[in-house]
T-cell receptor, first 109, second 117 residues
Framework: EDKVVQSPLSLVVHEGDTVTLNCSYE??????LLWYKQEKKAPTFLFML??SGIEKKSGRLSSILDKKELFSILNITATQTGDSAVYLC?????????WGAGTKLIIKP | GAVVSQHPSWVICKSGTSVKIECRSL??????MFWYRQFPKQSLMLMAT?????????EQGVEKDKFLINHASLTLSTLTVTSAHPEDSSFYIC?????????????FGPGTRLTVL
């Protein structure tokens, strides 16, 4: 059975801290792994990862995929209160998205 | 727990036909379900919010007569794309909101890929 597991479930840190969010997966036919940020209405696309070891970066956010160990991490450096959100990881397997349960990140000022 | 399923996974239809997509919460009750469209490498676009027993709330720009939503029970919402056209081809994703509190209230389905010829 395909599954995607995110950890931790919730995380509370102070502004300025660096956080690492984890996403591990077991799927039958891996095509890509996607990270989203959800604040209110709809998840906002962050990254799509298909190749192992290549870091994708956007501002203070970065992500990397390890296809051998079947996981990805999302790093956020110098966190700000605006980073507070639920971060979702999804794996495209056979053209279906298998979603993790999300990590709720709270940044305290 | 908190599994959301969608049926069908993939559908190909002719232009002008209608297609129904089901979204089910398998092991929990969901008073609210959401329908999204996703384009490759893009964010999910919220189409409508579906509340059990009442009319759906559509986002601006989404035609309610074209995308019919029915939320007949606490575990099932359906999206019917009426008179589908090629521009309706997309990946449709639903999500369901858990009734009881959880670290994340919303859980997503695997999506339905619609191709209109």
């Amino acid at each position: 059975e395909d599954k995607v597991v995110q950890s931790p479930l919730s995380l509370v840190v102070h502004e300025g801290d660096t956080v690492t969010l984890n996403c591990s997966y077991e799927v039958t036919n891996f095509r890509s792994l996607l990270w989203y940020k959800q604040e209110k209405k709809a998840p906002t696309f962050l990254f799509m990862l298909t190749s192992s070891g290549i870091e994708k970066k956007s501002g203070r956010l970065s992500s990397i995929l390890d296809k051998k160990e079947l996981f990805s991490i999302l790093n956020i450096t110098a966190t700000q209160t605006g980073d507070s959100a639920v971060y979702l990881c999804a794996v495209d397997s056979n053209y279906q998205l298998i979603w993790g349960a999300g990590t709720k990140l709270i940044i305290k000022p | 727990g908190a599994v959301v399923s969608q049926h069908p996974s993939w559908v190909i239809c002719k232009s002008g036909t209608s297609v129904k997509i089901e979204c089910r919460s398998l092991d929990f009750q969901a008073t609210t379900m959401f329908w999204y469209r996703q384009f490759p490498k893009q964010s999910l676009m919220l189409m409508a919010t579906s509340n059990e027993g009442s009319k759906a709330t559509y986002e601006q720009g989404v035609e309610k007569d074209k995308f019919l939503i029915n939320h007949a029970s606490l575990t099932l919402s359906t999206l019917t794309v009426t008179s589908a056209h090629p521009e309706d081809s997309s990946f449709y994703i639903c999500s369901a909101r858990v009734l009881a509190g959880a670290h994340n209230e919303q859980f997503f389905g695997p999506g339905t890929r619609l191709t209109v010829l």
